[in-house]
């Protein structure tokens, strides 16, 4: 191991009940580096990491850290040892204080006996204003915005003298403004020599805060390479073996179909600003913007989950009153929120049960779900979407994201939806996941469905839409056939400019 690496990872392999998640694994990483990891889900980066910090043992290769062979076998030991690791969902207690998340289960004592609470909130704070944080360390963490919570667990890994520290996803439901305070966080961790393994799904931040890239596929390692020496095309083209021209699927070549849905002069106070647009048969209409221009506001309103002060909504040419979901449905229009695991999906259930819940009323016999008809249902639309689970009965929430959104589109397929609208449809998904999603949207709108996109990403929002609607501050600011679309176009009316 050279001067400057600081954990060497050699020849790691590790196995499961008829699965090799990694094979033969080579990653290594430097002193005051920021490291990407990439890869599809389910290309081996959690189960990598999970062997780092100890909560899985190798079956085989060996781990170098500072210098010296890692045999630690339990995540407390690879903590002590200087790994800190940072996952999607915080591991912070929220009916705790600020402090005591920091240093629980590490309080200091006075005389032996009592906690030395004066000491610990003078650390957290010191910690804390190395970060650049301003916080109130009596606060409790149920009262922290998600970055806030995220800092705290930066905070709690550099108590623990971490000199490597794992982010998993870390901007996944941060505002752009946390992102970019986020970003600076990491630089300072990096000029104060720290190294960094960064995980993300988001591409354009690997060129923004990273210094180099690994990338694993099916459990092994593919390359790693300078970030200054890729560009999209080539990171995406080892991830998922095609480039970012073969990502979108081709739009089609028939005709839009009639007018489907007619909303005209929307408004809601603060939110929704005289807002009217048009939907059209076997077209994918994609709206963007930037957060808070009402994207998700206007998704809402049209499904009935918000009200509306004036305006009026036109479905096949007749004027409908949709003040709730439930009569949006039925008049089949379906609507996946930006927020699957909360809103979208009922993680207790399995897929079986997720996809029926649309449709109950025609499985039902006498009051009482008809287990066999249930099933098929559900086992058709899994087959049609070619959902990767073990089967039916298998808990979702235990499906990679990718699956758990096709789940959400199937129970919408299954009420035979002609409208449906989709908020961040490939939001913390993998590169693979995103291209079967988007040939999905592709195939329904081929068939006659209106599908309305929202999201962030203009890249998706260019490859993917047949149109695209740009909102800025509750209004229309904008539109654009596909072809006429640029990010330049788009941008400017997102931020109030003239196109």
Known sequence: MSDQTILQMKNIEKLFPGVKALDNVTFSCRKGEVHALLGENGAGKSTLMKVLSSAYQPNAGEIWFKGELFRHTDPIAAQKAGIGIIYQEFNLVPYMTVVENIFLGREPLMNGRLIDYKSMRKEAKKLLNGLGLDLNVNLKVQNLSVAQQQMIEIAKALSMNAEL????????????????????????????????????????????????????????????????????????????????????PERAHVKRGGKV????????????????????????????????????????????????????????????KI?????????NIGFATEDRKQQGLILG?????????????????????QPKQEKELAERYVEILKIATPGVDAPVSGLSGGNQQKVVLAKWLAKDCKIIILDEPTRGIDVGAKAEIYNLMRKLADQGKVIIMI????????????????M?????????????????????????EVA
């Open 323 to 331: 003040n709730e979901p439930l009569k949006a449905i039925k008049m």
């Open 165 to 248: 520290i794992v982010m998993d996803e870390p901007t996944a439901t941060l505002t752009d403004r946390e992102i970019d305070f986020l970003f600076g966080t990491i630089r300072s961790l990096k000029e104060s020599g720290k190294t960094i393994i960064y995980i993300s799904h988001r591409l354009e931040e690997i060129f923004e805060v990273c210094d180099r890239v690994t990338v694993l596929k099916d459990g092994k390692t593919v390359g790693t390479e300078d970030v200054s020496n890729l560009d999209k095309d080539k990171m995406i083209k080892m991830m998922v073996g095609r480039t970012l021209g073969e990502y979108y």
């Open 349 to 369: 259930l399995s897929v079986k049960k997720n996809i029926s819940l649309t449709v109950l009323d025609t499985i039902l016999k006498g009051g009482l779900i």
């Open 455 to 470: 999201s962030s990403e203009l890249p998706e929002i260019i490859g993917v839409s047949d149109r695209i609607l740009v």
């Open 472 to 496: 800025h501050s509750g209004k229309i600011t904008g539109e654009f056939k596909a072809e006429e679309a640029t990010e330049e176009k788009i941008m400017k009316c997102a931020t109030g």
């Open 261 to 320: 849905l007619d909303v005209r002069n929307i408004k809601r106070s603060g939110v929704l600003d005289n807002v009217s647009f048009e939907a059209y048969e076997g077209e994918i209409l994609g709206i963007s913007g930037l957060v808070g221009a009402g994207r998700t506001e206007l998704a809402r309103a049209v499904f009935g989950a918000d009200h509306i002060e004036d305006g009026k909504i036109y479905l096949d040419g007749d004027e409908v």
